[in-house]
């Protein structure tokens, strides 16, 4: 029997409550599979450990959570903590210490979930975002000069090399093709001219390997307004760390809203852990009311299933989720239903188990 290693982080806010469900799913799932086990370790990083520790994680944490198969994070943010220390101190160094390079989000409408576009059926919202996920905008590099004084001057140097793009776009061609299904790149190389005239002709350059997938490339703005008018021209969908975070909120709105948001931070070469999240942050207002919704952070428990090769169990429990917003007996408030929190696991597993 196979056992995974999982290092959970719940962090902050609704992190712990929709975390917990996630894991109430995955237990249930591995007790029905019997071919796999999971064995957990629950890490207290984040805010609150910051408060009283000055640091978002201890020194070691990364050396700790290396030896994990996978990291299923909850949430990081508190209004008593700047949300660059909070980032800075936790997401984006295990992003980039454990080379989790391709950060995977689908934007998909699923059958009963609320959607703000009028017309607009399930199947024309059915994309899957690649967003580089270890360098561009995101690499922190700059500086800040006089500081505190009228000449003051902020520098932020956006870092992309030939290799973090090509590794990115390849990912996303490959995925395209085992699917059958058009990529399209997202810049802004009328702008950038510098880096983003580096990304199309690094897409259009590996693009030529893959004379069989259909490419697209548009413009960040562009992209934004058909992401509205038009989102079934979207299949694959490749492009920067920046962009891909902004785009994928702006899907998520589209696709049912924050809690049916779901991310996953890959290190394809299973080298690193990869880890798992919900997007829709800590959400300190309707912390400890059990009223957050964890269909989010349920489906990417599927996505972390998916990566270790357990398709049917993903595929399961994304078809659970669609159930429950069809049926609509329990669904969180955000939702329209009155279910609690703690609710919403145990009537995934009772249609799993069916």
């Not at 290693?5 to 799932?29: F, H, M, N, R, T």
């Not at 505190?148 to 061609?173: D, H, K």
């Not at 997007?279 to 400890?288: C, E, K, L, Q």
């Not at 299933?305 to 595929?315: P, V």
């Amino acid at each position: 029997m196979k056992n995974f290693k999982i290092a959970v982080i719940a962090g902050d806010g609704i992190g712990p409550e929709v975390i917990q469900s996630g894991v109430d799913v995955l237990k249930g799932v591995a007790a029905l599979d019997k071919t796999f086990s999971v064995e957990l370790e629950h890490f207290p990083y984040g805010c609150n450990y910051y408060l009283e520790h000055g640091c978002m994680m201890p020194p070691d944490a990364l050396d700790r959570l290396k030896k994990f198969d996978a990291i299923y994070l909850g949430a990081v943010g508190d209004p008593k903590v700047p949300d660059n220390i909070s980032l800075g101190g936790l997401l984006l160094p295990i992003r980039q210490k454990f080379d989790q390079y391709i950060n995977l989000r689908p934007v998909k409408l699923l059958n009963g979930a609320p959607c703000p576009l009028v017309g607009v059926k399930p199947s024309d919202i059915d994309m899957i975002v690649v967003r580089e996920n270890s360098e561009g905008e995101y690499a922190n590099v700059g500086a800040r000069l006089y500081p505190n004084t009228p000449n003051e001057i902020a520098l932020q140097t956006g870092v992309f090399s030939r290799r973090g793009c090509e590794r990115v776009m390849r990912y996303a061609f490959e995925l395209a093709r085992r699917s059958k299904k058009s990529v399209t790149s997202i810049s802004k190389g009328n702008a950038l001219g510098y880096s983003m005239v580096f990304w199309d002709q690094i897409f259009d350059e590996t693009g030529r390997e893959y004379p069989d997938v259909e490419t697209h490339k548009l413009l960040v703005d562009a992209a934004a307004m058909f992401f509205v008018r038009d989102p079934k021209r979207f299949q694959v969908v490749v492009t920067s760390n920046l962009f891909g975070d902004i785009l994928t909120d702006l899907g998520a709105a589209i696709a049912g809203g924050m809690g049916l948001a779901a991310g996953a931070n890959l290190n394809p070469e299973k080298k690193y852990p990869s880890m798992f999240e919900p997007i829709h942050g800590s959400a300190p207002d309707i912390a400890g009311k059990s009223i957050a919704n964890p269909l989010a952070a349920i489906w990417s428990i599927a996505q972390m299933l998916e990566f270790f090769g357990y398709d049917q169990w993903s595929s399961k429990i994304i078809n659970a989720i669609e159930k429950l917003l069809v049926e609509k007996k329990t669904l969180t408030p955000d939702l329209g239903g009155s279910a609690r929190t703690e609710q919403i696991a145990p009537a995934l597993l009772d249609i799993i188990s069916d």
